[in-house]
């Protein structure tokens, strides 16, 4: 099915592990991103890319890195984790440039622990 | 003052109301966007409108730009349109990365 494939979809770190998020969307979407949400903060951008080799820091960046791939691809890392980037992480897809297909696509979500 | 504001954010109807849900925004916008997060915690986009009106089955999205101001609508509601709906704009046009910026959320519940 067309759309935006994120894994892991659960994931528990000890603090200072590292793990790097996946994401995948296959309907050819120049811009992609990665939320981050939390209970009473709603959703909150960490990252985006506009188009392939493009990245730019979102609202909360520290403590992640980010790195498109190719068109379809736009991973999430985490070097070192720490308790505060618990949270359930959204990647989203959008086709820009073309107002009758605009629109957000976005992934099922990873629920990352960090203990 | 938020840049998106939503409400109510807190909403419990019962079975076959109508139901709005209101966005207010304080930001120049191309486009305004309605999203559905359901508990299981999938998101969905439900509308993009940047002018006037927009019908989705029993989903009636309204904006009107001078007032800067969008509603989304649930007729004959139902216990399945439980969910939280979010309103999104992308920031000004110039910026093409297109980042969203989001209401806090209205919590929907409806009862049987």
């Known amino acids: 099915n067309a759309g935006v494939t994120q894994t892991p979809k659960f994931q528990v770190l000890k603090t200072g592990q590292s793990m790097t998020l996946q994401c995948a969307q296959d309907?050819?979407?120049?811009?992609m991103y990665w939320y981050r949400q939390d209970p009473g903060m709603g959703l909150r951008l960490i990252y985006y890319?506009?188009?392939?080799?493009?990245?730019d820091k979102g609202e909360v960046p520290n403590g992640y890195n980010v790195s498109r791939l190719n068109k379809r691809e736009f991973s999430l890392r985490l070097e070192s984790a720490a308790p505060s980037q618990t949270s359930v992480y959204f990647c989203?897809?959008?086709?820009?440039?073309?107002?009758?297909?605009?629109?957000?696509?976005f992934g099922s979500g990873t629920r990352l622990t960090v203990v | 003052k938020n840049e998106v504001e939503q409400s109510p954010q807190n909403l419990t109807a019962q079975e076959g109301e109508f139901i709005t849900i209101n966005c207010s925004y304080s930001?120049?916008?191309?486009?305004l966007h309605w999203l559905q997060q359901h508990p299981g915690g999938g998101i969905v986009s439900l509308f993009m409108?940047?002018?006037g009106k927009k019908k989705h089955g029993r989903l009636i999205a309204t904006i009107n730009i001078q007032e800067k101001h969008s509603s989304l609508h649930i007729t004959a509601s139902h216990p399945r349109d439980s969910a939280v709906y979010i309103c999104?704009?992308?920031?000004?046009?110039?910026?093409?990365?297109?980042?969203?910026?989001f209401g806090q959320g209205t919590e929907l519940s409806v009862k049987p």
């Open positions: 309907m050819n979407h120049n811009s």
């Open positions: 930001v120049g916008i191309s486009a």
């Open positions: 999104a704009v992308p920031e000004l046009i110039y910026n093409q990365g297109g980042k969203l910026i």
């Open positions: 409108l940047s002018s």
């Open positions: 989203a897809s959008r086709v820009t440039g073309n107002l009758l297909r605009d629109g957000y696509t």
């Open positions: 890319s506009a188009s392939e080799g493009t990245t």
